[in-house]
């Protein structure tokens, strides 16, 4: 299925462009030509000090978003992949001008100026994570009144250039607020301003994933957290991921729970074999004195004759925050593991992995059909354009029926049966997320992509089944319209991948 569905709109729009046309809807299909190329792009946003920028340093395995008070942290930050690195400032007025990265490697703090007259920043790296991705950081709204019930859209916590930069999107990444103790009804209001923003932005639960950050200040991971990583990490920020699943049903794809700090300071390479020595003084230290030591920033900062020197202490505490120290100390300093292994297991603790899981299966998998998606409707309502003529608006239709579209098709049954638009039997539910989320006939027909036994024959009776059981729901008088138009959407993918795997390979 690679790049099948651009493939088919790219074609759609060359059609236009070969026959006379206005000249604004002529430019206009030239720029959605254009876009077909470009990579996926990923906003991350959230409320201010949501733990965005970490985040975003954590996706890409280098420390290069700032996270001080800088006028930095207030700019709209581009991320992309290219091979000579630049840092470029573009301003309200038009202008343009570069900066050179700090010499850690972090953004420049000073952007050359102010911050409002910054429009966005445009960070070009040779980074292998970028490669297909371009990453949007975000800043954040801080008024975040104690009457949300008044505004519910600041619960979000997104200022206008955050909400421009979601209409230029693909997918987003929303770091969510911790309502802990709240009641239900604030969450809900939080799903509903999230609905409305991402909806505004063309945005649907498959292209939204809700971020539970900071996972480690829910609870400090020290009661479960097994040494191999396996086993629940913060099991109270599981359950209220599970709180915040529920109540997003429908408008976020998923709910993940992640310690972005942790996750950082493990894959920018920040563990250094100095700062695991540290960790070790301290892990020898007697269990009051090291107990008293962790109950506060302060004391672990400046408490006087601690083996560990005051300025190691403040960086332990930079990279670690008090809760990862706390975590680290039950778990990961006891051995006699180096900086490399010690960052596994912090990585393995800090939940990055499912983020980065979540993101492949979501969006990036999905990239092809995304893009075709924008791009065809943005194709579509060129050909309602003043002047467009009448016949690009066919070009649209037959783009959109084409085979080449199929995963459009089940995309958009998905999205309806997640905001419980359509009623599906749970087995159904189950074939429908696999066959939209799967990116290869294994996965898709719900088979373990290891299994030896998933050889074609076995894919291709897996398919006949499922094709039967939608055809069944599709005749079933129960079954009411809109969810038989649906049957049929899926009916039709399995017995494609049916006819595929029957015949010769
Ligand atoms: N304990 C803990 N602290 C975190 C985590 N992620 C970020 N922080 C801290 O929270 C503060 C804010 O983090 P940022 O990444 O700058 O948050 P942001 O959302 O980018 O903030 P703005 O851009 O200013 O809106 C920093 O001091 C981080 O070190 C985390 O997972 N755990
Ligand atoms: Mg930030």
Known sequence: MPAAATRRVAAACDEVLTRPVPGAVREGVLRV??????????????????????????????????????????????????HQEK?????????????????????????????????????????????????????????????????????????????????????????????????????????????????????SPATVLAVLSRADTIDDGTATATLDGSGDTWPAATVLAARYAEQLQGVAGGVVPVAGLLAEAADASLITDAVVDDLRRLAAMPEDDRELLLL?????????????????????????????????LAHLADG?????????RLRALSGIEAVHDAIRRLFTAQADAIGAHRALVALESLSFAPGAPAWMRDVVEEAREDPALQGLRERDVLVRWTRGELLLPPELAADLQ?????????????????????????????????ATRWLRFANDPRTDLPARRAAEVVRDSYTAAWERLAGPA
């Open 434 to 466: 696999a066959l939209a989320h799967g990116a290869d006939d294994a996965t898709r027909l719900g088979g373990d992509p290891r299994d030896p036994a998933a050889d074609r024959e076995a894919l291709g009776r897996r398919a006949l089944a499922a």
């Open 296 to 328: 506060s920033a302060n004391l672990f900062a400046s408490t006087p004759d601690v083996g560990v020197p005051e300025a190691n202490r403040a960086r332990l505490l930079g990279l670690l925050g008090l809760p990862g120290l706390r975590l680290c």
């Open 33 to 82: 030509r254009r876009e077909l190329e470009r990579p996926l792009r990923l906003a991350v946003v959230g409320r201010v000090k949501a733990g965005k920028s970490t985040l975003v340093n954590a996706l890409l395995g280098q420390r290069v978003a700032r996270v001080d008070a800088s006028e930095c942290t207030r700019a709209v930050t581009w991320f992309s992949y290219g």
């Open 87 to 203: 840092v470029v400032v573009h301003a309200r007025n038009g202008r343009s001008w570069t900066r050179a990265f700090e010499a850690d490697g972090y953004l420049p703090a000073d952007l050359g100026a102010a911050p409002e007259d910054i429009a966005s920043v445009e960070v070009v790296l040779c980074n292998e994570a970028l490669a297909g991705t371009t990453v949007i950081d975000t800043p954040g709204l801080d008024s975040l009144t104690a009457d949300a019930g008044a505004r519910t859209e600041e619960l979000l916590g997104l200022d206008g250039d955050s909400q421009r930069a979601l209409q230029a999107a693909d997918a987003v990444l929303f770091l969510v607020p911790q309502l802990t103790r709240s009641d239900d009804q604030r969450l809900r209001a939080l799903a509903a301003a999230m609905s409305r923003t991402a909806g505004a932005s063309g945005f």
């Open 336 to 344: 006699h593991e180096g900086a490399e292994a010690v960052s596994k």
